[in-house]
């Protein structure tokens, strides 16, 4: 009974990880109709540069934070401004977004693996409440409950974000079209912008949290996210928080109990079967509405 | 002369990966002329691959390594487009991509057909010529293909698939065609790539060769066939040229520098038909004006 309460909260804890990821990366998908290749590599940057934050200055852990987060933001904006933004002013589809998205994965793991060295590195024990919560009846890490509070917190403040702020409408207009959007009386380079940096940001914090969480912190890092995060966000349905969030938490706790009771060779397999289900039977989602144009 | 040989025996084994990369690039391509951006080129290679290397330790000859590569090819590539075709295409480029995701969990779990984690040595390196017949059939099949019922429709479907309805083209077929010669072009551009390399694994056929016919394809021009050769010649052959001028650590950053330079300043590729088109009426454009001048 223990094990099995303890591999729920581990269950629970990278689930988070995958929906707080998911949530940036369909951001991007759902309204800059972007399939962003990179963005993994935003999580590997966030935690390089909050582990640079933890070693250099010796920052404390909501700095650390903070800086991966900042971070990961200028990032995806660059990235945005140098490579989608020539797209986006010719109109190109979405394939071209993809390619562009794939040569700066290749620029930013490089330069990730150069930056730790080819090695995986780990954050310093006193840059992070280490400490166990509960020990009696299950041991429960302060970082676990960090993780999963940070996806509660992020998930329900960009629902309400997308759903009953102006800022949100404004995103949610520039990408079902940015014509009206513009003539609507939206300013669309600085919401895409926004969007951007917003994206960047939470895609980081799920890097750098995730680089605690796991001690590794590397280019392998994003990569594992970027396919579970992928995987939440599909089955989620990609243009609702909720959804994501939801089904990272599922994909989360499922992978750890097939890994624990069935097999730990059919842990990706399960998460990826569920996730080729669903686009085939039910693309649009758990909760997503499928009003979106499919072109 | 010796200075010649000198510079075939550096460059063999480049020429050789350029060739079997164009075999995977025209896959990619002619699923991409269909209108489908799909990555299940990956899975075809694997197939064939492990198939192929299979064949070959068991000592079978070339030819029914590459017969039996490309059946193999062809019977999942149709597989893969009876269940994928009912998508539209930004749901086909996400679903092939998880299914080369699964491709990689599978193989792992199969270690009586693939060698597991551990991977499969394939005792036999490809005659260079065996290659050069290959590509060139593979080759001459997309020239009779680009000028064909087929090729024709295939344009028209992926400029507009409405208008393509209109005019009587048959768009399922016409996808399944696509699929199939993929399959079959994947099949044994992955038996090859086994044999060029004599060992293959599960990472093999994974995200990044998956990335590569892409980028190649893309790189090369996904308007005409000889595009995605042109592409997969020149990715090859970046990194051996910026070996000379630039330090190991930062080819790969080059590689995608020059990918996102070509994504920005070339979008339509390398070789561009529509441009080739242009530039010829150009002239005939500017007589007109004189004459109304």
């Known amino acids: 009974m223990e094990l099995f309460a303890s591999q729920l909260l581990n269950g629970l804890a990278l689930g988070s990880l995958c929906g707080l990821f998911g949530i940036g990366f369909g951001l991007v998908f759902a309204t800059l109709g972007i399939l962003n290749a990179a963005q993994g590599c935003y999580a590997s940057w966030a935690a390089i540069i909050g582990l640079a ?7 404390p852990f909501p700095l650390i934070m903070l800086a991966g987060m900042g971070g990961a933001a200028a990032v995806a904006v660059a990235v945005d401004q140098l490579g989608f933004q020539p797209l986006r002013t010719r109109g190109a589809d979405m394939l071209g977004a993809l390619i562009t998205s794939i040569a700066f994965w290749m620029i930013l793991d490089s330069l990730a693996g150069f930056a730790t060295g080819q090695q995986s590195l780990s954050f310093p024990s006193t840059s992070y409440p280490g400490q166990m919560l509960l020990t009696e009846p299950v041991p429960l890490p302060a970082m676990q409950l960090i993780t999963i509070a940070v996806l509660v917190a992020v998930a329900v403040g960009m629902h309400l974000l ?25 300013n669309s380079r600085s919401i895409i912008l926004l969007t951007a940096a917003l994206s960047g940001a939470i895609s980081g914090l799920a890097g750098t949290l995730g680089g605690v969480l796991t001690s590794n912190v590397s280019f392998t890092l994003g990569q594992g996210l970027l396919l579970k995060g992928f995987a939440a966000v599909v089955v989620g349905g990609y243009s609702d928080v909720r ?53 | 002369m010796d200075y010649l040989s000198d510079l075939w025996a550096t460059n063999r084994s480049t020429v050789a990966f350029a060739m079997v990369n ?91 057909l693939t060698g597991g984690v551990n991977g499969l040595g394939v005792p036999l390196a490809l005659p260079m010529d065996w290659l050069t017949g ?88 996904s308007y005409h066939w000889f595009g995605p050769v042109v592409g997969a010649v020149v990715y090859t052959a970046l990194p051996i040229v910026m070996q000379a001028f630039l330090p190991h650590l930062l080819q790969e950053v080059a590689n995608g520098v020059v990918l996102l330079l070509i994504m920005i300043f070339l979008p339509r590729g390398l070789i561009d038909p529509r441009a080739v088109r242009l530039r010829r009426a150009a002239p005939a454009a500017a007589g007109v004006m004189k004459i109304r001048a």
């Open chain 1, 53 to 59: 934050a933890a070693e250099k200055m010796g920052a």
């Open chain 1, 162 to 186: 997308m759903t009953r702020s102006s800022v949100g409408s404004a995103i949610r207009a520039v990408g079902w079209n940015p014509v009206a959007a513009a003539l609507g009386g939206v």
């Open chain 1, 243 to 295: 959804g994501t969030a939801i089904a990272g938490v599922i994909l989360g706790i499922l992978e750890v109990f097939v890994g624990q009771y069935i097999s730990t060779a059919l842990r990706d397999a399960f998460t990826y079967s569920l996730l080729l289900v669903f686009l085939l039977v039910k693309p649009q989602g758990l909760f997503g509405k499928g009003s979106l144009v499919r072109a």
């Open chain 2, 22 to 112: 164009s075999l995977f690039a025209l896959s990619t391509y002619v699923v991409l002329a269909a209108g489908f951006l799909s990555f299940s080129t990956v899975v075809f290679a694997a197939v064939g691959g492990f198939v192929g290397a299979q064949l070959v330790v068991k000592g079978v000859g070339l030819p029914f390594v590459f017969g039996a590569a490309a059946g193999g090819g062809l019977l999942i590539s149709l597989l893969v487009a009876a269940v994928f075709l009912r998508l539209n295409s930004h749901w086909m480029a996400l679903a092939s991509l998880a299914l080369v995701l699964i491709t990689r969990v599978v193989t792992l779990n199969a270690p009586a």
């Open chain 2, 134 to 221: 290959v590509l060139v059939l593979t080759v001459l099949a997309f020239y009779a293909l680009h000028h064909s019922w087929f090729g024709v429709a295939s344009r028209v479907l992926r400029e507009d698939p409405s208008v393509a309805a209109c005019m009587g083209v048959d768009l399922r077929q016409i996808q399944l065609i696509a699929f199939g010669i993929s399959g079959i072009v994947g099949g044994i551009g992955g038996a090859a790539y086994a044999m060029l390399l004599q060992f293959i694994s599960p990472d093999t056929f994974f995200l990044g060769i998956a990335f590569t016919m892409i980028a190649a394809t893309v790189l090369g021009g």
